[in-house]
């Protein structure tokens, strides 16, 4: 079980809201949220309400402000908790919407998908063993899309505004 805290100011001060489950609306129980406590599990926080706007993926530690989860402001709406994967990671990705054109297999990390794979641009992908976080640039960094099991036949499904994926990583 997992247990995330959220401050309205910096350095875990101010009213909080502690929280072990996931929440669609935050709204009611803070207005900003300027740092962040994770207990313990491994979360995904968006901006807006119903899990959508910018995602950023937090592991335990300590957050004292908002541009240490990289942040762009201090708005926090939705919360969900990533479900722990002890097995192997898969998932197959795609430079075509509907799972066309040359599809490429990850079982492992990715700082680079244009120097593995020599593009950049994923328009559908089938995550079919484990989560995984698509980041918009190189070497983890840009907006983040939690990737869970199933099938994206386009980016938007998963929340991108591009089919635009610099880096790959394995929620372990």
């Not at 541009?67 to 990533?82: A, L």
């Not at 593995?116 to 995984?132: A, K, L, P, Q, Y």
Request: hydrophobic residues 25%; aromatic residues 16%.
């Amino acid at each position: 079980m997992g247990a995330i805290t959220f401050y309205e100011d910096r350095n875990f001060q101010g009213r909080n809201y502690e929280c072990s489950s996931e929440c669609s609306d935050l709204h009611s129980h803070f207005s900003r949220c300027n740092s962040i406590r994770v207990d313990s599990g491994a979360w995904m926080v968006y901006e807006r309400p119903n899990y959508s706007g910018y995602q950023y993926y937090l592991r335990r530690g300590e957050y004292p402000d908002y541009q240490r989860w990289m942040g762009f402001n201090d708005c926090v709406r939705s919360c969900r908790m990533i479900p722990s994967h002890q097995g192997s990671h898969r998932m197959q990705i795609y430079e075509r919407p509907e799972f066309g054109g040359q599809m490429m297999e990850l079982t492992d990390d990715c700082p680079s998908l244009y120097d593995r794979f020599h593009f950049n641009d994923i328009h559908s992908c089938n995550v079919t063993e484990g989560h995984w976080i698509f980041y918009e640039q190189p070497h983890y960094r840009g907006r983040q899309y939690l990737m869970g099991p199933g099938q994206y036949r386009r980016f938007n499904e998963w929340g991108g505004v591009s089919p635009k994926v610099g880096s790959i990583r394995r929620i372990m």
